[in-house]
T-cell receptor
Framework: SQTIHQWPATLVQPVGSPLSLECTVE??????LYWYRQAAGRGLQLLFY??????ISSEVPQNLSASRPQDRQFILSSKKLLLSDSGFYLC?????????????FGEGSRLTVL | AQRVTQPEKLLSVFKGAPVELKCNYS??????LFWYVQYSRQRLQLLLR??SRESIKGFTADLNKGETSFHLKKPFAQEEDSAMYYC???????????????FGQGTRLTINP
């Protein structure tokens, strides 16, 4: 069966510090991978998605970047965090190449920027 | 661009009463619509999708293309239905952008005993 792991679960970082959130999927190959941010009153905002290694689509201009160095690894990064980057970040995957929209979500990472 | 709107941030009903969570979408093409649910201390997960035309945990949702809506309904609410509900849209077919899912703002449903 497939599983998705996301870490760290909780992170407190000072403004201006770097960020790295990691997500890995097990039990499947060539998944589509996604980073969402869940903010109160704004719902789930799609930040990045990837349909293959090295292929990143960015949905909103922001202080964040994403990378996919391996097939089942998706990393969310920032060189210098802003206060506005605080939030709950969700990684998700779905079967690649199939015409289905079901996403499978990780447990999330709560980021607090002070 | 695709857009999903859930007009109610909070919805509170009594146990046994009917429930309707509203969802409206904006998309010029043919969409695929979903409802996702997040129970307390659990992961966000799929509840149902319009193409399956199924009832899950007593919930149903009908895609109304004329009104561009996909409201979630249940005739008799139960306390375990308390959760955060998200409506989501995906462009249907093999087109650019068809691999992404756009979510609404979410509605927190509380079922009172």
């Amino acid at each position: 069966s497939q599983t998705i792991h996301q870490w760290p679960a909780t992170l407190v970082q000072p403004v201006g510090s770097p960020l790295s959130l990691e997500c890995t999927v097990e039990g499947t190959s060539n998944p589509n991978l996604y980073w969402y941010r869940q903010a109160a009153g704004r719902g789930l905002q799609l930040l990045f998605y990837s349909v293959g290694i090295g292929q990143i689509s960015s949905e909103v201009p922001q202080n964040l970047s994403a990378s996919r160095p391996q097939d089942r690894q998706f990393i969310l990064s920032s060189k210098k965090l802003l206060l506005s980057d605080s939030g709950f970040y969700l990684c998700a995957w779905k079967f690649g190449g199939l015409n289905t929209g079901e996403l499978f979500f990780g447990e999330g990472s709560r980021l607090t920027v002070l | 661009a695709q857009r999903v709107t859930q007009p109610e941030k909070l919805l509170s009903v009594f146990k046994g009463a009917p429930v309707e969570l509203k969802c409206n979408y904006s998309y010029s093409g043919s969409p695929e619509l979903f409802w996702y649910v997040q129970y307390s201390r659990q992961r966000l997960q799929l509840l149902l999708r319009h193409i399956s035309r199924e009832s899950i945990k007593g919930f149903t949702a009908d895609l109304n293309k004329g009104e561009t809506s996909f409201h979630l309904k249940k005739p008799f609410a139960q306390e375990e239905d308390s959760a955060m509900y998200y409506c989501a849209l995906r462009p249907f077919g093999i087109i650019q952008g068809a691999q992404k899912l756009v979510f609404g703002q979410g509605t927190r449903l509380t079922i009172n005993p």
